[in-house]
């Protein structure tokens, strides 16, 4: 806790402690009622750990009152002493029972939650990710549930002991030595309610420090990251310019803070010792006059500084308390997302034959509703055949592939698949039918053999092999030390393009699918891995509807119908041969502008 505490709390983290705020930090709690048993048993540790632990002020007092010939509970000074170890001890074990099931409890709950939140996000559709940012995600496995673990370690319990040593300490004082505690209770609120209303206007105006800063160091990392264009438009004077204004402005404000923050520290140093020498003249007074003995002074100063520190210590709770509201609210938005309706039922494998229909698909994407991206599409695939999708950047290929695939909802319009609506079928057991080899291979970090087997999990040594011969593969997984075992490095990026592509391949061979898509790469090759891959592609087409996105002529001309897609419809169709007739047509425009 003591490293998050430090940090100011940004303006959007800032939460009101109130009941709605409350209830979503109590909703996270249920990750942690399996070990209710466990938790419970850490709070009665705690409790009784900071209930002994202040014994210690009075004991200590004893000492000297021992020593003075005023002994209250003990006769002699070892006696004390050895009462102020057993004390000690008792209070270790409560410490370590205390420490060790919060631990135990924490770690599970959320490890529990870390694991809820990937497989929800994991089963969240495509929509989802269009909206947030893959680093804002794990920012909620990560620094999330960290504020929310340091929460349920630390702040819970340090909420807990603080309370009950100002309550009880505070009993104490009153019960030990009556009138000074009156006297402190008059004097001490009012300047520690001060200091905090000082320290808040302080730390917003070290806050505003920070931002000022922040703009300033936003300024040389958008400069020095295109630090060609500033050098191209000679700019390299405007940049620092704007870059000393910024500083000028972050330091004007730091000097202005400091001489408050100068005021505010001494104050706080008057101010406090000024109150400890009024309590301490009152008590010498009393003790002077018989009604109070040196030792219960001297417990008395001790118990003041336990509650102190736990009055000091109640700003950083609601601190931590706000920044874990912050996180719970996020945490749980996440879990309330809707996913995809019948993505994690069961159900029996559906067999597909690869007819394709489109009918009257319009669709534009949730996250930008005005821009149409397909108009009443309309087309037809029959099963086995092969067709190349062509079209101008941004025409619309790959949102078609993206609503074959059901990763987002049509607007309008259906998509059938053997004369079956797919929106009507379980999502996974349709997914099945489909396989992808995609036009950027990224592959999982892993060894090979484990990158060709998600295609098929569970498929066995032989299958493996078997895949990777025809993908043509096999030829350069042998030629290295480990073979299939061999890691591929983070991304894949211990391969080259060809050979990840080959994995790609032998991947979809493996699942193999009834229904094929292709994004061919744009990227060449040279001319032999070129080959190897066509030829491990064309094998892989062999018996499936197949339909490419295709970039190169080669690849078009062995299809047997082309689909020119402009404007989100469907512009021509044919062979080859057919559309090339069209000396005006768009495929051949394309063709000349594009494809050769
Ligand atoms: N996830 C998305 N969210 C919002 N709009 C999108 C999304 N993906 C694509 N679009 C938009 O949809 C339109 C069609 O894009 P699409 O990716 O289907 O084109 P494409 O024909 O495959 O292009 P390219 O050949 O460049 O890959 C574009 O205007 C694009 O900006």
Wanted: proline share 3%; glycine share 8%; aromatic share 10%.
């Amino acid at each position: 806790m003591a490293k998050q505490v430090k940090e100011p709390l940004k303006e959007e983290d800032k939460r009101k402690l109130n009941k709605a705020n409350l209830k979503n930090l109590a909703s996270v709690l249920r990750f942690m009622l399996p070990y209710k048993g466990l938790f419970i048993l850490g709070l009665v540790a705690l409790g009784l750990s900071t209930v002994t632990l202040l014994a210690f002020p009075r004991l200590s007092g004893e000492l000297l009152d021992i020593a003075n010939g005023k002994p209250t509970y003990f006769q002699t000074i070892n006696q004390a002493a050895v009462a102020l170890i057993v004390i000690l001890l008792i209070q270790a074990v409560f410490s370590f029972i205390r420490v060790y099931t919060f631990a135990i409890v924490n770690e599970r709950s959320m490890g529990s939650i870390r694991k809820a939140i990937y497989e929800k996000v994991i089963w969240l559709p495509l929509t989802f990710f269009d909206n947030r940012r893959v680093g804002e995600i794990m920012s909620r496995l990560t620094s999330d549930i960290s504020t929310l673990q340091d929460t349920f370690s630390t702040t819970l319990a340090e909420l807990l002991r603080q309370i009950l040593t100002l309550v009880f300490g505070t009993a104490i004082l009153f019960y030990m030595t009556p009138k000074l505690a009156a006297f402190m209770l008059l004097t001490f609120p009012v300047l520690v309610i001060s200091a905090l209303i000082f320290g808040k206007f302080i730390r917003k105006l070290s806050g505003k420090t920070q931002d000022r800063l922040a703009a300033a160091n936003v300024i040389v990392e958008e400069s020095l990251q295109s630090i060609p264009v500033v050098k191209a438009f000679t700019n390299e004077a405007f940049e620092t310019r704007r870059y000393s204004n910024a500083i000028e402005e972050s330091m004007r404000i730091a000097i202005y803070t400091a001489r408050y923050r100068g005021f505010f520290i001494s104050f706080v140093i008057f101010v406090i010792f000024s109150g400890i020498v009024a309590v301490g003249w009152y008590g010498a007074s009393l003790v002077q006059s018989g009604e109070t003995t040196t030792g219960e002074l001297f417990s008395f100063v001790l118990y003041t500084s336990f509650i102190g520190f736990s009055i000091a210590g109640l700003g950083d709770i609601y601190t931590q308390l706000q920044r874990s509201i912050g996180a719970s609210e996020r945490v749980l938005d996440i879990l309330h997302e809707k996913e995809e309706d019948t993505s994690r039922t069961t159900a029996p494998p559906i067999k597909l034959y690869g007819g394709i229909r489109f009918n009257n698909v319009s669709f534009a994407y949730p996250t930008r509703p005005d821009n149409t991206v397909l108009s009443g599409l309309n087309f037809e695939i029959r099963p086995g055949e092969k067709v190349a999708l062509i079209g101008r950047s941004g025409s619309g290929k790959s949102t078609i592939i993206n609503l074959l695939l059901r990763f987002y909802p049509l607007s309008e319009g259906t998509i059938t698949i053997d004369g079956q609506n797919i929106e009507g079928l379980n999502l996974s057991a349709y997914r099945q039918n489909l396989g992808i080899v995609p036009q950027e291979v990224i592959l999982f970090g892993g060894t090979i053999r484990e990158n060709i087997a998600y295609g098929k999990p569970g498929a066995t040594e032989a299958e493996v092999r078997e895949a990777a011969r025809r993908a043509n593969a096999l030829e350069f997984i042998e030629r290295f030390d480990d073979k299939f075992d061999t890691l591929v490095g983070e991304r894949g990026v211990k391969l080259s393009g060809g050979q990840r592509q080959r994995i790609a391949i032998a991947r979809a061979i493996l699942k193999d699918p009834a229904i094929l898509i292709l994004d061919e790469a744009t990227s060449s090759l040279d001319a032999h891995t070129e080959a190897l891959v066509q030829e491990a592609l064309e094998k892989l087409m062999e018996g499936r509807t197949t339909i490419i996105i295709a970039h190169r002529l080669s690849t078009v001309k062995k299809t047997d119908r082309i689909f020119v897609i402009q404007d989100g419809a469907l512009a021509e169709t044919g062979s080859h041969t057919e559309l090339t007739q069209h000396e005006n047509g768009i495929y051949s425009t394309l063709l000349k502008l594009q494809l050769q």
